[in-house]
Structure formats: C-alpha cells, structure tokens
C-alpha cells in the first residue's frame, strides 16, 4: 500500500511537473509575443509624431504661400488698376490729339485757301 501512494504521487509530481513547464514555456511564448507587440506599437508612435511634426510644417508652409499669394493678388489687382488708368488717360489723350489734328488739318485747308 505505501508503494502505490508513493508511486502515485511520484505520477502526480510528475504530472505536475511537466504542467509547470507547459505553464512557463506558454507564459515565455506570452510575453515575447507581448514584447513584440510593445516594440511594433513604439515604431507605430514614433513614426506617427513624426508624420505629425511634418503636417505641422507642411501646415505653416502652406499658410505661408497662401498669405503670399495674396500679398501677389493684392500687388495684381493695383497693378491692374494702374493699367486701367493709364489706359483711361492714353484714351483722353488719343481723344486729345484727334481733335488737334483735325483742328490741324482745318487750319491748313483754311490756310491753303487764303492763299489762294
């Protein structure tokens, strides 16, 4: 009788035993698993305030061209106005010197008649 209770307990032990390895080595699996996991999630946030910190700097550059390009716009459209009005008096003037050369050209028609 103390045979069989010591060989079934040298059976559970070693039952027992070979759990607790299978219980660490799937622990061991766990946590390398965990760890790679952890490692994937860090490269994912670095990378993520990285792209970050470029949308920051994309954002500013852009805002900066478009105020540019206003400031253009702005320049444009003065410009634009300058023409306008240069135009508007080199139309007053051609006005202008039509009606002196028709006053021309009626001064020497009634010249050439006097003289004759």
């Known amino acids: 009788m103390k045979n069989r209770i010591v060989i079934i307990l ?44 470029e949308k920051s700097a994309l954002e500013e550059k852009a805002k900066a061209k478009e105020k540019e390009a206003q400031e253009v716009k702005a320049e444009f459209e003065a410009a634009k106005k300058a023409l306008l009005q240069e135009q508007l008096v080199n139309q007053g003037l051609k006005e202008e010197l039509q009606k002196v050369t028709e006053s021309k050209i009626a001064l020497e028609n009634d010249l050439k008649k006097s003289k004759k």
């Open 10 to 53: 040298a059976i559970l032990t070693v039952i027992f035993f070979f759990s607790t390895l299978s219980s660490c080595n799937s622990a061991m699996r766990q946590k390398a698993g965990r760890d790679k996991e952890m490692a994937a999630r860090f490269q994912l946030e670095e990378k993520m305030a990285k792209f970050s910190q």
